[in-house]
Nanobody, 121 residues
Framework: EVRLVESGGGSVQPGGSLRLSCVVSGFAITNYVMSWVRQAPGKGLERVSDIASGGTTTYSADSVKGRFIISRDNAKNSIYLQMNNLSTEDTAVYYC??????????????RGQGTQVTVSS
């Protein structure tokens, strides 16, 4: 059974930081591009960042460039998202996912249950 379990979300003031983690079971992430996606209240799913199997960031949304850093530890079958200088516009449920594609909308093969990030003063 494939499972992706996110953690690390919470409430933070603007300008603050959070680090999200995602532990994967049911398959080895070694050969897969892994992703973080998010869904803000009342909005569709937004692709945030992708990371290739070797650790190269292959996609970063313009809205998070220079602030969010995606990373992975294949030995721990885990990925991470370091989020810095958070703004209220980053408030969303964050999901780790595999098999993400983006055409008219973002789709994926598997994703976790999500972790809530709330940025407010």
């Amino acid at each position: 059974e494939v499972r992706l379990v996110e953690s690390g979300g919470g409430s933070v003031q603007p300008g603050g930081s959070l680090r999200l983690s995602c532990v994967v079971s049911g398959f080895a992430i070694t050969n897969y591009v892994m992703s973080w996606v998010r869904q803000a209240p009342g909005k569709g799913l937004e692709r945030v960042s992708d990371i290739a199997s070797g650790g190269t960031t292959t996609y970063s949304a313009d809205s998070v460039k220079g602030r969010f850093i995606i990373s992975r530890d294949n030995a721990k079958n885990s990925i991470y998202l370091q989020m810095n200088n958070l703004s209220t516009e980053d408030t969303a449920v964050y999901y780790c996912a595999v098999g993400v594609r983006q055409r008219d909308r973002v789709t994926y093969d598997y994703r976790g249950q999500g972790t809530q990030v709330t940025v407010s003063s």
